[in-house]
């Protein structure tokens, strides 16, 4: 079983930054696929960012540049570093953990955090 904690959401102006944190319960953390996804109200959850164990990392275009994936295996947390923030870039943000190839894709995870409210002002 594997339990995932979001916190780090908040409310920032065009132009501001966030660091999301994902802190996940789990024996094997080092094996598993991380990624953070993303939903808008009135459109379908989406992926942002992914990484494996061997921190390879994978992004949606829409924030390659501004956002940053990475983790801490001595922590068991994982971590969104958001830059150049936008008003499109608010939306529930959620964690999630699976294995399988490490995508952006909401098939490849089974664990979801309940998610955190990232608001972006113009």
């Known amino acids: 079983q594997v339990q995932l904690v979001e916190s780090g959401g908040g409310s920032v102006q065009t132009g501001g930054s966030l660091i999301l944190s994902c802190a996940v319960s789990?024996?094997?953390?080092?094996?598993?696929?991380m990624a953070w996804f993303r939903q808008a109200p009135g459109k379908e959850r989406e992926g942002v960012a992914a990484?494996?164990?061997?921190?390879?990392?994978v992004y949606a275009d829409s924030v390659k540049g501004r956002f940053t994936i990475f983790q801490d295996n001595s922590k068991n947390t994982l971590y969104l570093q958001m830059g150049s923030l936008k008003p499109e870039d608010t939306a529930i943000y959620y964690c999630?953990?699976?294995?399988?190839?490490?995508?952006?894709?909401?098939?490849?995870?089974?664990?979801w955090g309940q998610g955190t409210q990232v608001t972006v002002s113009s």
């Open positions: 999630a953990a699976g294995w399988g190839l490490c995508l952006a894709e909401r098939y490849e995870y089974n664990y």
């Open positions: 789990a024996y094997t953390y080092s094996s598993l696929c």
């Open positions: 990484i494996g164990g061997d921190g390879a990392a």
